[in-house]
Structures are given as structure tokens and as C-alpha cells.
């Protein structure tokens, strides 16, 4: 199970990688829609393609297992495949904060406005960046921001009487190992602490790092 979680983190962070630093790559596909925005819509759609992917692989050995006569372990598999959603999700919460703050990270340049920090063609408040900025803030919130960690806690609780058993810390204890079994939700408090200080840094970046960094 830790090469399986070790997968899951490492095809996470090269695909994460390949979709925020390729803009050349993806420029075509982006069109005239602003980089910030396009990769904001890339980054919300990886875990999904890449459960997508994992799912078909999974299908492909299943039908292939199943015409030449070999039992498989469907109930099994279904759990193979939330786990490695949810450990997806888990290791690329940070990537989702700071994706939806940079939709809101502004910097003043004088006379001549305010503009996008990470996206300095484009200007904040307009109409056209309001509108990407809800579009994808508001489900990047509902989603990813709250989402994850109320989906982590839904899972936790649900087996909080066998949290302690080997086989749920074989599956779950990456969320929980290191903490005491009664305290099996304190991950979700630790990455809720990571998004303050994420959110401090993005949407106080126009105060300078003499603001930022007492305040985290």
C-alpha cells in the first residue's frame, strides 16, 4: 500500500508540474483565455483525468482477467480506486489553495491600477476577470478548499470504531498515522493551518513579506 500511495503522490506532482509549468505547450490549447484562468482549469481537472485513466486500466485488466477465466476481486478494486482518489486529492490540496488564491492575488501599480499578480496583463476588478474569478474561485472553494477536507472527515468518522484495526491503517493510516487514535481528524486541522498561511501569502502579497510573515 505505501508504493501505491507513493505512486499516487508522484504522478500528482509530475502532472501538477507538466500543467502549471508547460505554458508554451498548453498556450495552444489555452486559446486567448488568460494562462491563470487556463491553468486554473487544468489543475481542477487533473485528479479527475487521472482517476479517469486509472479507472480504464483498471477496466482493460478486469476484461482481460475475465476472458481468460481468472477471478478478480471486484469489491477490492472499487476500494482501490476511492483510495487512490482520495489520496490524490490529499496530496494535492495545497496545489488547489493556491490555485484559487492566486484568482484573487492583486498588486497595485500606481496610477495605472491593479493588476493580476501572477497574470500582469490582466486587470483585477474588470468585468471579464470578475466573472473567471467566480467561476472558478467559487467551486474551487466548494470542491477542493472545503470539499477535501470534509471528504476526509466523512471518511475518518465513518470508521472511527475500527481506526486503530491493521487493515484500516493499512488503507487510511496515511491520514492518521502520528497522531493518537482519538485525534484521528487532526490532519484536516493541519491542513486547514496550511491554507491560512497560503492564503496570508497570496492575498496580503501587495503588503510585502514585513506584513505576510507575522501574520502567519
Known amino acids: 500500500i505505501t508504493f501505491q500511495f507513493n505512486i499516487a503522490e508522484q504522478l500528482s506532482s ?15 490549447i489555452c486559446g486567448s483565455t488568460p494562462w491563470i484562468f487556463c491553468k486554473a482549469m487544468l489543475i481542477f481537472c487533473l485528479p479527475f483525468c487521472i482517476i479517469f485513466v486509472y479507472f480504464l ?20 478494486a472499487k ?11 490529499y496530496n494535492m490540496y495545497i496545489v488547489f489553495a493556491q490555485t484559487v488564491f492566486s484568482l484573487n492575488s492583486c498588486i497595485e501599480f500606481g496610477t495605472s491600477g491593479w493588476y493580476m499578480s501572477h497574470e500582469l496583463n490582466v486587470k483585477c ?6 466573472t473567471w474569478m467566480y467561476s ?44 493518537r487514535i ?27 513579506a514585513a506584513v505576510q510573515i507575522p501574520t502567519a
Open 182 to 208: 482519538d485525534f484521528f481528524y487532526w490532519e484536516t486541522i493541519i491542513m486547514f493551518k496550511k491554507l491560512m498561511v497560503v492564503g496570508i501569502i497570496y492575498l496580503f502579497q501587495f503588503l510585502g
Open 125 to 130: 476588478y474588470s468585468k471579464s476577470q470578475t
Open 136 to 179: 472558478l474561485g467559487v467551486p474551487g472553494w466548494i470542491l477542493f478548499i472545503i470539499g477535501i477536507p470534509a471528504l476526509l472527515v466523512k471518511v475518518l468518522y465513518q470508521n472511527r470504531h475500527i481506526i486503530g484495526m491493521y487493515e484500516t491503517r493499512r488503507l487510511l493510516g496515511v491520514l492518521y498515522n502520528g497522531y
Open 57 to 76: 486500466i483498471m477496466t482493460a485488466y478486469f476484461s482481460l482477467a475475465k476472458l481468460k477465466n481468472i477471478n478478480v476481486d471486484l469489491k477490492h
Open 14 to 28: 509530475i502532472f501538477t508540474t507538466f500543467a502549471v509549468r508547460n505554458k508554451c505547450i498548453f498556450g495552444n
Open 79 to 89: 476500494s482501490k480506486i476511492i483510495l487512490l482518489a482520495i489520496v490524490i486529492l
